[in-house]
């Protein structure tokens, strides 16, 4: 299966962009849509950095990709073979949008949401035509991250699901097939660290910067070698029982959201968006950052490519 001539991705915000960039490298004519003229400006800069990296990672061109900046969704959508949703993560509006793509697309194109963890099945319920709706979930930078996870909705036709792996395999990525959860299987895992770290901060055990740089490089360097469920043979299954066993009753298990980014979001220190959040970020320091990462991430995946092949 190759990368379909012409995709449309509904959203261009975060991630929205670099998804398209994916998928015009791979010769894809893509539509970005949004419903803001000053979101597709910025998608525009955020579509030509993300090209730099994988210029830097060395991703060959396909000839024929192009991406194109639409306000107008129904000129997006026109003959799209497949769809990709990447608007916020709230599910009325998640629906409303889904409703309005299956109605100026075939019944055969292949709808993609790159819901964060919203259960397709909730997602489909208002959908004339449901079988087409499959989750799709990008990993944050989406032209960097070699790994989609794909979820099939109660009503998801297995043909779509197979059709999404393909799509997958033909950018070059891992795909990663599951059962719906809330949160699917990336993000159950990323929030559990998340929890924890946020309720470190929280009771002062360690100064963020310190929990960064523990994680960083005492998980996260490690992880990205092994797996979680391969380090459990590393480190022995008896000492797992013996650590669990007086640990997991001592973990958080916050049930609502962390106190401190609830302080953060209502004084809308939203991050890197704000140039403002966890950390305060300088005049042009969130290019910078942005930059760095990027750089990083290119760096990381080159090694890993040596000892794991994409
Ligand atoms: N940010 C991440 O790290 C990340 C990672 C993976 C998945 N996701 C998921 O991807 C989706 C998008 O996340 P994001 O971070 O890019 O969000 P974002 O808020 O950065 O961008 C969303 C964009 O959608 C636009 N939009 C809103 N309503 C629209 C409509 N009706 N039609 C077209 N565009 C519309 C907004 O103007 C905005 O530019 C969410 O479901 C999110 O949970 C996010
Ligand atoms: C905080 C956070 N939340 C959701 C996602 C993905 O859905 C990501 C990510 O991909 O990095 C994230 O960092």
């Known amino acids: 299966m190759n990368v379909p001539g012409i995709c449309a991705v509904i ?38 950095a993300a090209s ?22 129904a000129a997006a959508l026109d003959g799209a ?10 599910i009325g509006l998640k629906r409303r949008v889904l409703e309005r793509i299956e109605a100026a697309v075939g019944t055969g194109v292949v709808i993609a949401t790159n819901t964060s963890g919203i ?12 079988q087409r709706l499959v ?52 993000n159950r895992v990323l929030y559990a660290i998340m929890r924890e770290c946020l309720s470190l901060v929280e009771q002062g055990v360690a100064s963020q ?26 480190a022995g299954l008896d000492i797992y ?5 007086y640990l997991n009753p001592d973990l958080s298990d916050e049930k609502g959201i962390s106190p401190l980014v609830t302080k953060l979001t209502e004084q809308n220190r939203l991050g890197m968006k704000t140039e403002d959040g966890m950390y305060p970020y300088a005049e ?7 930059a760095d990462i990027l750089r990083g991430l290119v760096t990381v995946r080159k090694a890993l490519s040596e000892i794991t092949p994409v």
């Open 52 to 73: 730099g990296a994988l210029d830097q990672l060395g991703t060959p061109v396909t000839e024929g990709g192009s991406v194109s900046f639409e306000l107008d969704a």
């Open 81 to 90: 073979e497949l769809v990709i949703e990447a608007v916020p993560e709230e």
């Open 11 to 48: 959203g261009s915000g975060t991630m929205g962009p670099g998804i398209a960039a994916l998928l015009a490298r791979h010769g894809s004519e893509v539509r970005l849509n949004d419903i803001s003229q000053e979101a597709l400006d910025r998608a525009e800069s955020a579509c030509t």
């Open 241 to 245: 029982s013996s650590v669990s066993g």
């Open 119 to 130: 259960p397709i099945s909730d997602m489909a319920a208002a959908m004339a035509h449901p």
């Open 284 to 290: 042009g320091e969130v290019a910078a950052k942005r």
């Open 135 to 186: 989750g799709m979930h990008w990993s944050n930078p989406p032209h960097l991250i070699p790994m989609i996870e794909v979820i099939r909705g109660e009503r998801t036709d297995p043909a779509v699901e197979t059709a999404t792996v393909a799509i997958v395999e033909a950018l070059g990525y891992k795909a990663v097939v599951e059962k719906e959860v809330p949160g699917f299987v990336e």
């Open 209 to 234: 910067e310190d929990i960064d740089t523990c994680v960083k490089w005492g998980i996260g360097y490690k992880l990205a070698v092994i797996g979680p469920m391969r380090l459990l043979d590393m």
